[in-house]
């Protein structure tokens, strides 16, 4: 089992809509998680920080962390065709571990 | 500012030969990290420098991959006797470190190998 577990998708909505991404975990000794957004043959892009357990919202993006149940959450409200891309879940342990556990990526498309 | 630079964007070559793949940190990051990254597949970690300190070199497949970092700053990984399963997109990343230890991490655009 690996440690992070997160559906490849492909995932397609209309633009406009409410999209769900998550990821679940095993080692619960993780307390810092973040959303990296990923363009085609382009690097990874950070989009959401947090640490621990609840809730961040920033815009249009909204990460939700539940460590009771070890799963994390990115909700995108009002999609549109620009957010079309690979979002890839990690997460890592305490402030003295460097190493990220990253997800396989969900790739998602919004359509016009 | 300028961010990670990764060179070259693409690199075909041919099987048995070595590839030599080159990453430029932000400047002032003293953390950088290379990862492996194949289709259907997670970012794979391979190697983490710290300043000074000894890398850690756990996330190496075998001792055909080795990567070096001169003067805490430009980072060259490189691949000898290239096989057709190291074809793959290679990032690298740089952080800073913090008391805090926030410790985001921030990516270069990674170079597109293929090994035919």
């Known amino acids: 089992q690996k440690e992070v577990e997160q559906d490849p998708g492909p995932l397609s909505v209309p633009e406009g809509a409410i999209v769900s991404l998550n990821c679940t975990y095993s080692n619960s000794a993780f307390q810092y998680f973040m959303w990296y957004r990923q363009y085609s043959r382009k690097g990874p892009e950070l989009l959401m920080y947090?640490?621990?357990?609840g809730n961040k919202e920033d815009g249009r993006f909204t990460a939700q962390v539940d460590k009771s149940s070890k799963y994390i959450s990115l909700f995108i409200r009002d999609s549109q065709p620009s957010d079309s891309a690979t979002y890839l879940c990690?997460?890592?342990?305490?402030?003295?571990?460097?190493?990220?556990?990253f997800g396989t990526g969900t790739r998602l498309k919004v359509l016009a | 500012g300028a961010g990670v630079s990764q060179s070259p964007s693409n690199k075909v070559t041919e099987k048995g030969k070595d590839v030599e793949l080159r990453c430029d940190p932000i400047s002032g990051h003293t953390a950088l990290y290379w990862y492996r990254q194949s289709l259907g597949q997670g970012l794979e970690f391979l190697i983490y420098?710290?300043?000074?300190?000894?890398?850690?070199k756990s996330g190496l497949p075998s001792d055909r991959f080795s990567a070096e970092r001169t003067g805490g700053s430009v980072s060259t990984l490189t691949i000898q006797r290239t096989q057709q399963e190291d074809s793959a997109v290679y990032l690298c990343a740089s952080s800073q470190r913090y008391r805090d230890s926030k410790n985001i991490q921030y990516f270069g655009a990674g170079t597109r190998l293929s090994v035919l």
């Open positions: 947090t640490y621990s357990s």
């Open positions: 420098f710290q300043g000074n300190s000894a890398p850690d």
């Open positions: 990690a997460m890592r342990g305490t402030s003295g571990t460097y190493k990220y556990i």
